[in-house]
């Protein structure tokens, strides 16, 4: 990416709609913007907004809301435009080809806001924050999202961070001065101590961020069993519509099915399989195939059985198939055996709430994950894990009197990472990384 000259893109889908609004950020916008709008910005000091037309070429293009950020108060850090115009798309393209025409090209994913980053406007995990908050799609998580917006979650860096330098700082006064008294000895007994305690708010951390993760994305949960059990019944009556097939014919659902429902919060995706049996035709053993495809890529499993007769062959198998995953096994067409114990349901009834409970306490979600920030996406989570390895290999490596610098060296990866974390020193590699993930104009 090249920096600093001047970036255009809509900000807003591309569709026919009441306004759209185009972002223009770089050093000389203001000049760029003054050829297109007959406002004098380059002498602004602080943020102003205009109504006025757009001309290029000697045709007007719209009449428009124009505001104008002078830096470092925008954004980016850089001096900013940002044109609402009428909703059309053809408008924003005049408006967007005038600006190219003078000079500016088209914004790459993110651009907008690597820039920020970049120019210290916010840390990286406020910066990926961004994107959480535009994709949530709960209350609860857009509000683990704005946690981050809003600084927060960076704050929970930053006392490992500390705990790290001074240990560091500790362990390089005892290299240089082995001779002094009056400083704390980094022995092992000290430095595991001070590791074991670190180590200790990391693990509230991944704690924490692994509920925060579900609240956000979310889990996907398969639906499995014999043919005939009511699997597709139960995700009608869990999703409220009618999305599967259901008939009394064993072997109706031959592909997936996917519904999805916001249970307390969290975004549960189920996924309704094939019936599994063997010795059937060509199209059901290939269902039955994803069904078992299924099984082991999703966070939960549902084994229904049929509360008339739950003890199969058939379900056996499954049952056996299913016992290392995290599983519920739920007895489906109740109204015809009341007297069955356990998770028990009657989707033709639309009487899942048993499952439906059962299914949130499986996630053990505290009532603080809603409330606290938390370092919850996969980059965040795999800092933290890396940051507890590296803790680990330090108290190992002490505890086995390896020399003092090879403890260092493990503690100066873990300070690092932490940095990372929120953006100090990262690579451009990971920041392109991240921002590629953004959308045009964001
Ligand atoms: N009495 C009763 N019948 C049910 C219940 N749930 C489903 N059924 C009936 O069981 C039959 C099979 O239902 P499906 O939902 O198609 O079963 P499935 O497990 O998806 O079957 P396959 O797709 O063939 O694997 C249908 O006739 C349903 O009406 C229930 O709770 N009670
Ligand atoms: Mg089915």
Do not use: W
Request: a negative charge; one cysteine or more; charged letters at 25%.
């Amino acid at each position: 990416m090249e920096k600093n000259n001047v970036i255009v893109a809509l900000a807003t889908p591309p569709l026919i709609s009441a306004l759209a609004l185009i972002r223009v950020s770089g050093d000389g916008v203001f000049d760029l913007t003054e050829k297109l709008f007959a406002k004098p910005l380059k002498t602004i000091t602080k943020r102003a907004s205009y109504v006025g037309d757009i001309c290029f070429g000697g045709e007007v293009i719209d009449n428009v809301v124009l505001i104008a950020y002078p830096h470092p108060n925008s954004f980016t850090g850089e001096d900013v435009v940002e044109i609402c115009c009428h909703g059309s798309p053809l408008i924003a393209n005049e408006i967007i080809s005038a600006y190219i025409a003078l000079g500016a090209r088209y914004a790459e994913r993110g651009e907008f806001s690597s820039r920020g980053f970049f120019n210290g406007k916010m840390d990286l995990i406020e910066a990926e924050s961004i994107n959480d908050l535009i994709n949530a799609t709960t209350k609860e998580a857009k509000k683990i999202a704005m946690m981050s917006y809003k600084g927060q979650t960076s704050k929970l860096v930053e006392p490992i961070m500390k705990s790290l330098a001074d240990l560091l700082a500790l362990i390089e006064v005892n290299i240089d001065y082995p001779e002094y008294e009056d400083i704390e000895e980094a022995n092992e007994q000290t430095i595991v101590a001070r590791c074991e305690a670190i180590r200790a708010d990391l693990c509230d951390l991944i704690r924490h961020g692994e509920e925060g993760k579900i609240i956000r994305s979310g889990i996907n949960i398969a639906i499995v069993g014999r043919p005939n059990v009511g699997k597709s019944s139960l995700l009608n009556a869990m999703l409220h519509e009618n999305k599967a097939i259901v008939t009394d014919i064993p072997g109706t659902t031959r592909d997936i099915v996917e519904g999805e429902i916001n249970l307390k919060g969290v975004p549960v995706r189920f996924l309704d399989t094939a019936g599994i049996r063997e010795g059937t035709d060509l199209v059901e053993s290939i269902g039955v195939e994803r069904s078992l495809k299924t099984i082991e890529e999703a966070d939960l499993v549902i084994v229904v059985l049929d509360a008339t007769n739950p003890n199969t062959e058939e379900d056996e198998k499954i049952l056996e198939r299913t016992a290392g995953k995290h599983r519920i096994v739920c007895f489906n067409k109740r109204d015809l055996n009341e007297s069955v114990e356990g998770v028990a349901v009657s989707a033709i009834q639309g009487e899942v709430g048993p499952l439906l409970d059962a299914i949130y306490e499986s996630l053990g979600l505290s009532k603080e994950a809603y409330e606290l920030p938390s370092l919850s996406n996969a980059r965040e989570l795999g800092a933290l894990r890396n940051i507890d390895l590296l803790l680990r290999e330090a108290i190992e490596d002490s505890k086995n009197q390896a020399p003092i610098d090879l403890v260092a060296a493990d503690l100066m990866s873990a300070y690092n990472t932490a940095r990372e974390l929120v953006g100090i020193g990262a690579t451009t590699d990971l920041t392109d990384e991240i921002f590629s993930r953004f959308c045009v104009g964001k």
